[in-house]
RNA sequence: CCCUUACGGUUU
């Protein structure tokens, strides 16, 4: 389910009924989620629908999944009512509801509907976890409000929350994402040494701050120290490098990457094959827009 | 116990 393979786990669903093995809650919240997970918030509404048709109450757990799901695919309107409805109906709501909750806020830049909920954990007695104030500081980050979520930053050292690596991921992105390039620089240093060891995230957080500002060499310059460190650039690394160079028109540049990275035994995906045709695209040559496509299909890639 | 929440790439 977690896969995108609804198909299949709706099919193992069934066989493991028919040899008289029960589901229980679990077994359909997978499949709920499942659905969810992959933008299929009418198929998770349909499976939730069907438990309950089959007497299974819905926990929290189901909920849960179907707001999140609608949250991570950018429907976030239906999340809120569903949120309504399961207000209404008086479920049990536990720390993942409001994360999931919080984090629509603010993606959508909403921070006093943010805080609010924050506050409301409180009220009713949940502790807000680090991915609660992840979702918070992101979203201070984002909106480039540095003095809020440096001082977050702060608070969580002070209240004794670990600091992990996607907290400061969260800040480097949410920074890079404003232009404010020096800074996200910053702490990415201060991550270095007196942080967790920055990860794949970290690193292509900041090159890709630098590589769609107009400075592709920079980001080279740090994918290179990336690798100096011990740690191998993924697709979505590249991709970033190969869609700079192309968006600057460079596009032997980018092809030339696009081929590095396939040497060092990267497979590009869909979003990388892309990137490097948008290029050629924007750029009026069709025709070898084109033939990419077709060579793309040709490795097993499908547009 | 298993199922839900936070961080990076293309089209955006």
Not at 49 to 60: A, I, L, S, V
Not at 175 to 193: C, E, I, K, P, S
Not at 233 to 259: K, N
Request: glycine fraction near 10%; aromatic fraction near 8%.
């Amino acid at each position: 389910a977690q896969c995108g393979k609804n198909t299949e786990a709706a099919d193992l669903f069934r066989q493991m009924r028919l040899k008289g093995i029960k589901p229980d809650v679990a077994s359909w919240n997978a499949l709920i989620a499942g659905h969810a997970q992959h933008g299929n918030g009418e198929a998770a509404r349909q499976t939730f629908e069907q438990m309950q048709h089959e007497g299974f109450k819905p926990n929290t757990y189901s909920w849960n999944a179907r707001i999140a799901g609608y949250v991570e695919h950018g429907e976030f309107q239906k999340a809120v009512e569903l949120y309504g409805v399961m207000l209404q109906e008086g479920v049990q709501l536990d720390v993942s509801t409001y994360n999931a909750m919080i984090a629509g806020y603010s993606q959508h830049g909403s921070m006093d509907e943010t805080l609010k909920l924050v506050k409301e954990m409180y009220r009713v007695g949940l502790k807000p976890d680090t991915s609660t104030w992840t979702a918070v500081l992101s979203g201070f980050a984002r909106l480039g409000q540095k003095e809020e979520a440096l001082r977050l930053c702060q608070e969580m050292e002070q209240s004794g929350i670990e600091l992990n690596s996607t907290v400061w991921n969260a800040m480097i992105a949410g920074l890079t994402q404003n232009g404010h390039l020096l800074l996200a620089y910053d702490v990415f240093q201060h991550m270095q040494r007196s942080g967790p060891k920055p990860n794949a995230a970290s690193w292509t957080a900041l090159i890709s701050g630098f590589a769609q500002n107009g400075h592709v060499a920079t980001g080279l310059e740090l994918m290179r120290q990336m690798k100096e460190r011990g740690l191998v650039p993924d697709v979505a690394t590249w991709t970033i490098l190969v869609a700079g160079y192309a968006h600057e028109g460079s596009l032997e540049s980018s092809l030339e990457l696009f081929s590095q990275m396939q040497q060092e035994g990267i497979k590009p995906d869909v979003i990388a094959w892309t990137s490097l045709i948008g290029g050629y695209a924007k750029n009026g040559l069709l025709k070898e827009a084109l033939n990419l496509i077709e060579k793309m299909q040709k490795e097993g890639v499908e547009p």
